[in-house]
């Protein structure tokens, strides 16, 4: 794993500047994502009208775009608000389930080919499927894939894009460097949601930052230090998603520097 240098105050930034995110959202989870959004620090506007997209995306710093539901009329508002946000806005794709659904696959290509995304975060399938690597699907959720780094550096390097791959190790690259978040929370694999929420709190801190590389790995590793802590204050999956929200409001850069000493790696390093 190479590492750089990361600006882990970015967490207290967030919450100074209290930056707007657009998210054209999953409608199965668009609460939960509201809640974690605005848990760090952020103020998220769940847009649903396509005639509002010039408005919206005036008033947002950064935007979040979800497939998880997508349906005709998401796909014209996804591609009007794209069209008013290029280049002046930073963008995270989120392709849910292209590679369990050959419609979406194809929508997910035509973005990437039409608009440039800052940031795409899936799981190994889903980021397998866009650069048409080998892989196992279970719905939509990541199967047993090869190769992760390697399928995530060539995703990077097709789209010039940061690729945030997660699953059992979160993997962050441009293309050439890579980060392996230290931090695994099984309740995260658990909670319905817990990507699509990670992938708004990334645009959260693309909204203070044009540190791309900074802004993914310090939301990662903040929504993955929110669900170990979780873990310890909670006895099933529903007190632990109290947990989690809790955590994911009161880190700050101090607790998650903390958290980083107690553990016996040092991941500063």
């Not at 930073?90 to 080919?113: G, K, M, Q």
């Not at 669900?227 to 009161?250: E, H, P, T």
Request: some cysteine; aromatic content about 6%; charged content about 20%.
């Amino acid at each position: 794993m190479v590492q750089r240098q990361i600006n882990w105050s970015l967490i207290d930034r967030v919450r100074t500047k209290n930056p707007i995110v657009l998210n054209l959202a999953n409608l199965v989870t668009i609460d939960k994502v509201a809640d974690a959004v605005s848990a760090v620090g952020a103020s998220p506007i769940m847009s649903v009208e396509p005639t509002e997209a010039d408005e919206m995306v005036t008033l947002a710093d950064a935007l979040s775009i979800n497939l998880g539901t997508i349906n005709e009329h998401q796909a014209t508002q996804i591609r009007t608000v794209l069209r008013a946000a290029t280049p002046l806005k930073p963008l995270v794709l989120d392709p849910v389930a292209v590679s369990a659904i050959p419609s979406r696959l194809e929508f997910a290509h035509s973005l990437l080919n039409d608009f440039h995304f800052d940031v795409i975060r899936g799981n190994a399938s889903e980021i397998a499927a866009l650069v048409e690597a080998d892989n196992t699907s279970h719905g939509i959720d990541a199967g047993k894939v090869p190769n992760q780094v390697q399928i995530a550096k060539t995703c990077a390097r097709r789209y010039h894009s940061i690729v945030v791959l997660t699953g059992e190790t979160d993997i962050i690259t441009d293309g050439q460097v890579i980060y392996e978040n230290p931090f695994s929370a099984e309740m995260l694999t658990m909670n319905v949601g817990s990507g699509d929420m990670l992938s708004s709190i990334i645009a959260a801190f693309l909204g203070i930052t044009s540190n791309t590389w900074d802004a993914c790995i310090v939301a990662t590793v903040l929504v993955s230090a929110a669900g170990v802590l979780a873990n310890r204050y909670s006895v099933g999956l529903g007190s632990w998603q109290v947990q989690f929200f809790d955590q994911l409001s009161i880190m700050d850069t101090k607790a998650l520097l903390e958290f980083f000493e107690e553990s016996e790696e040092d991941y500063l390093d």
